[in-house]
């Protein structure tokens, strides 16, 4: 484990406050110390590093166990609005280094201290369309190779407004990384405004199922409001997040005196608003942002000494140890709104099957006149209709399916609450709708049927842009059809996803294939109640894992009457053997007490394929 992920696991941690009140307060001249670029502070990492190194020796000498870089606005695309994209790595190099200098200047006490890479989030917001994902990534991959070159301990991605922007900047950081050959532990910290979500719309628990399937080892609130109005959201991430936990709120919310911005909050409201959220909430990290100065952190250092001490008359401590605090995270996907659990309470995970060119003909033909409005209308009734998440399927012979599912994608992640399901057979398809969704998505799907070659490279997908995975029970063989197939392919399924890629169980969702039970032929009619039993060995040996179908597959060739009491049917008692999700048309499922009765033995006998005598000698 990196000496941070120890420091914050034993002792709560101390950050700066913020670095733009300090520069407000100086008297900087814009062509000498700016180089004419007003608005660029970075800037002065080259211009006037005597400056920088004494801000951070400020808030070291006022207690802080860690300073941020003078970074924020330094990914390449934000230094490229002052003509500066060619410093990028200078800019965020020395931007360590001088917060090394300034450590050095301490090392005399010989305590522990940290260099915070500090990430932000830039000026253009991926979900809304200001950016595509790939020149995000790149731009933060070229200023996290800057903060590794200075030797920042930690990369902090901060004051995030979209989940999407996050997942860019989590990914360029790990790609820096992997170029340089080490690893830094990556915390994530989301802006939650007065509205209650981030800018784009996500609440915390959407952010959180985002920021978790990236893999980040914190994460926290920073900026837009004091540390009151982040009291839910903190308490939220306390009982939830898995991780370490950090918050760095602005004194408060800020207020206009006089035409200037003016942050209310003083060193002591502070600190103890912060001491209440060590106590009750167990955070790992704090420390300022927005009108915080050294004199916020002093108080915030005193507060902690006296926390470490209340117990510990004889030695003297600098920091308590984090709160003890019971969480308890729910494994879930999420849209750029909101989380959706993979595991509903009495209920199946219900994932609407209609926006999908091959299962609906009104889709297709929408799709096909390039009536996206239809096509989204479509997908916002499937959710009045209660879906929990939506498939998404635009492959349509002689239409380009990048560019249509592209075309989906960006119009349902601003209009609808559901997660997606991205339903392609195709690699380039699943990348083009991941790298414009913020939420946390499914994959829809890998299996084995060439190979594990074309599942790696899917899990590979899943992996970076956080998705959970279905995964059909297909291997070299073809389709499984009898049970143990099933079974076994699930076995291997779950080894290749979870040990192989770390991909939680929870997170996987194996669909052990429903065919259609109507043909008539002989061959046929075990295929329901296979895979009924294999749902039910699947859910008994790998009880964390999710089971899902294609339900409507299984009454192929039926009149629509038929099919909707057959699927009602089925539905029933594969949920009842541990399916724990189907895609369905969620308006045309029925409980079975709403069914006459012979309807429903009738499809029952189908199922389990039970024939009168005469039917048997037929
Ligand atoms: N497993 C997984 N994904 C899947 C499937 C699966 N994706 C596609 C499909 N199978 C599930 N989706 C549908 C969607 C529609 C229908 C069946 C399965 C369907 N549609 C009617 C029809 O074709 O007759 C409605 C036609 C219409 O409205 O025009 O039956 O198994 N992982």
Same mark, same amino acid.
């Given at each position: 484990?990196?000496?941070?992920?120890?420091?914050?696991?034993?002792?709560?941690?101390? &950050? #700066?406050?913020?670095?733009?009140?300090?520069?407000?307060?100086?008297?900087?001249?814009?062509?000498?110390?700016?180089?004419?670029?007003?608005?660029?502070?970075?800037?002065?990492?080259?211009?006037?590093?005597?400056?920088?190194?004494?801000?951070?020796?400020?808030?070291? %000498?006022?207690?802080?166990?860690?300073?941020?870089?003078?970074?924020?606005?330094?990914?390449?695309?934000?230094?490229?609005?002052?003509?500066?994209?060619?410093?990028?790595?200078?800019?965020?190099?020395? %931007?360590?280094?001088?917060?090394?200098?300034?450590?050095?200047?301490?090392?005399?006490?010989?305590?522990?201290? !940290?260099?915070?890479?500090? +990430?932000?989030?830039?000026?253009?917001?991926?979900?809304?369309?200001?950016?595509?994902? #790939?020149?995000?990534?790149?731009?933060?991959?070229?200023?996290?190779?800057?903060?590794?070159?200075?030797?920042?301990?930690?990369?902090?991605?901060?004051?995030?407004?979209?989940?999407?922007?996050?997942?860019?900047?989590?990914?360029?950081?790990?790609? =820096?990384?992997?170029?340089?050959?080490?690893?830094?532990?990556?915390?994530?910290?989301?802006?939650?405004?007065?509205?209650?979500?981030?800018?784009?719309?996500?609440? +915390?628990? =959407?952010?959180?199922?985002?920021?978790?399937?990236?893999?980040?080892?914190?994460?926290?609130?920073?900026?837009?409001?004091?540390?009151?109005?982040?009291?839910?959201?903190?308490?939220?991430?306390?009982?939830?997040?898995?991780?370490?936990?950090?918050?760095?709120?602005?004194?408060?919310?800020?207020?206009?005196?006089?035409?200037?911005?003016?942050?209310?909050?003083?060193?002591?409201?502070? =600190?103890?608003?912060?001491?209440?959220?060590?106590?009750?909430?167990?955070?790992?990290? $704090?420390?300022?942002?927005?009108?915080?100065?050294?004199?916020?952190?002093?108080?915030?250092?005193?507060?902690?000494?006296?926390?470490?001490?209340?117990?510990?008359?004889?030695?003297?401590?600098?920091?308590?140890?984090?709160?003890?605090?019971?969480?308890?995270?729910?494994?879930?996907?999420?849209?750029?709104?909101?989380?959706?659990?993979?595991?509903?309470?009495?209920?199946?995970?219900?994932?609407?099957?209609?926006?999908?060119?091959?299962?609906?003909?009104?889709?297709?033909?929408?799709? #096909?006149?390039?009536?996206?409005?239809?096509?989204?209308?479509?997908?916002?009734?499937?959710?009045?209709?209660?879906?929990?998440?939506?498939?998404?399927?635009?492959?349509?012979?002689?239409?380009?399916?990048?560019?249509?599912?592209?075309?989906?994608?960006?119009?349902?992640?601003?209009?609808?609450?559901?997660?997606?399901? +991205?339903?392609?057979?195709?690699?380039?398809?699943?990348?083009?709708?991941?790298?414009?969704?913020?939420?946390?998505?499914?994959?829809?799907?890998?299996? !084995?049927?060439?190979?594990?070659?074309?599942?790696?490279?899917?899990?590979?997908?899943?992996?970076?842009?956080?998705?959970?995975? $279905?995964?059909?029970?297909?291997?070299?063989?073809? &389709?499984?059809?009898?049970?143990?197939?099933?079974?076994?392919?699930?076995?291997?399924?779950?080894?290749?996803?979870?040990?192989?890629?770390?991909?939680?169980?929870? #997170?996987?969702?194996?669909?052990?294939?429903?065919?259609?039970?109507?043909?008539?032929?002989?061959?046929?009619?075990?295929?329901?109640?296979?895979?009924?039993?294999?749902?039910?060995?699947?859910?008994?040996?790998?009880?964390?894992?999710?089971?899902?179908?294609?339900?409507?597959?299984?009454?192929?060739?039926?009149?629509?009457?038929?099919?909707?009491?057959?699927?009602?049917?089925?539905?029933?008692?594969?949920?009842?053997?541990?399916?724990?999700?189907?895609?369905?048309? $969620?308006?045309?499922?029925?409980?079975?007490?709403?069914?006459?009765?012979?309807?429903?033995?009738?499809?029952?006998?189908?199922?389990?394929?039970?024939?009168?005598?005469?039917?048997?000698?037929?």
């Amino acid at each position: 484990m990196s000496k941070f992920l120890e420091f914050i696991d034993s002792q709560v941690l101390l &950050m #700066d406050g913020a670095m733009g009140t300090q520069i407000q307060g100086a008297d900087l001249q814009v062509e000498k110390d700016y180089w004419g670029q007003e608005n660029c502070s970075e800037i002065l990492n080259l211009s006037r590093p005597d400056f920088i190194r004494d801000v951070h020796m400020k808030y070291f %000498a006022a207690g802080s166990d860690a300073v941020e870089t003078n970074t924020f606005g330094g990914s390449t695309l934000t230094l490229a609005e002052f003509g500066l994209e060619d410093k990028t790595l200078e800019i965020n190099r020395r %931007a360590c280094e001088l917060a090394h200098e300034a450590i050095a200047e301490f090392a005399h006490d010989g305590r522990q201290r !940290f260099v915070i890479g500090a +990430i932000g989030p830039g000026t253009k917001l991926p979900s809304l369309g200001h950016i595509h994902y #790939d020149a995000l990534e790149a731009a933060f991959m070229q200023q996290a190779e800057g903060l590794i070159e200075g030797r920042a301990d930690v990369f902090l991605i901060e004051t995030a407004q979209d989940p999407l922007q996050i997942k860019a900047a989590v990914n360029g950081a790990k790609l =820096a990384m992997k170029q340089k050959n080490i690893t830094m532990p990556l915390m994530v910290q989301v802006t939650v405004e007065t509205t209650g979500t981030l800018l784009v719309g996500s609440d +915390i628990a =959407a952010a959180a199922t985002v920021v978790e399937s990236l893999g980040a080892d914190v994460m926290g609130l920073n900026c837009a409001t004091g540390p009151q109005e982040m009291a839910d959201h903190i308490h939220w991430l306390s009982k939830n997040w898995p991780r370490g936990l950090s918050v760095l709120p602005n004194a408060g919310l800020p207020e206009m005196h006089q035409g200037k911005v003016h942050f209310p909050l003083s060193p002591d409201e502070m =600190a103890r608003w912060m001491e209440r959220f060590l106590k009750e909430d167990g955070i790992n990290i $704090i420390g300022g942002c927005c009108g915080t100065n050294e004199n916020h952190i002093a108080s915030l250092n005193a507060m902690l000494e006296r926390q470490a001490n209340l117990n510990n008359k004889n030695v003297s401590k600098r920091r308590p140890a984090p709160a003890a605090r019971t969480h308890h995270w729910v494994p879930a996907v999420a849209s750029l709104f909101q989380q959706v659990e993979l595991r509903q309470d009495n209920a199946i995970l219900a994932i609407g099957e209609r926006c999908n060119a091959n299962g609906s003909k009104k889709f297709r033909e929408a799709q #096909d006149n390039e009536d996206w409005d239809a096509c989204v209308d479509m997908a916002k009734e499937q959710i009045r209709e209660g879906s929990h998440t939506l498939d998404i399927c635009t492959a349509f012979v002689g239409r380009d399916e990048v560019r249509d599912m592209s075309e989906m994608v960006s119009r349902l992640r601003g209009s609808v609450t559901a997660p997606l399901v +991205i339903d392609s057979t195709e690699l380039i398809v699943l990348e083009a709708a991941l790298k414009l969704y913020g939420g946390k998505a499914i994959i829809n799907s890998i299996n !084995f049927e060439d190979g594990e070659e074309p599942a790696h490279k899917r899990m590979q997908l899943a992996k970076k842009y956080g998705a959970a995975v $279905i995964a059909l029970t297909i291997d070299e063989q073809g &389709m499984a059809k009898d049970v143990e197939r099933k079974v076994s392919i699930a076995h291997r399924l779950h080894k290749f996803c979870c040990e192989g890629y770390g991909l939680p169980p929870s #997170d996987l969702m194996i669909d052990p294939l429903t065919f259609t039970i109507c043909t008539g032929n002989e061959d046929d009619r075990k295929l329901g109640l296979w895979t009924l039993e294999a749902i039910e060995r699947i859910h008994k040996e790998l009880p964390d894992i999710q089971i899902i179908l294609g339900l409507s597959n299984i009454s192929f060739g039926l009149n629509p009457p038929a099919r909707h009491v057959l699927n009602s049917v089925y539905l029933d008692h594969a949920s009842k053997r541990g399916m724990t999700g189907a895609i369905i048309h $969620i308006s045309k499922i029925a409980p079975l007490h709403k069914i006459p009765a012979h309807e429903v033995a009738a499809a029952e006998d189908l199922i389990y394929d039970r024939r009168s005598p005469e039917a048997q000698v037929a």
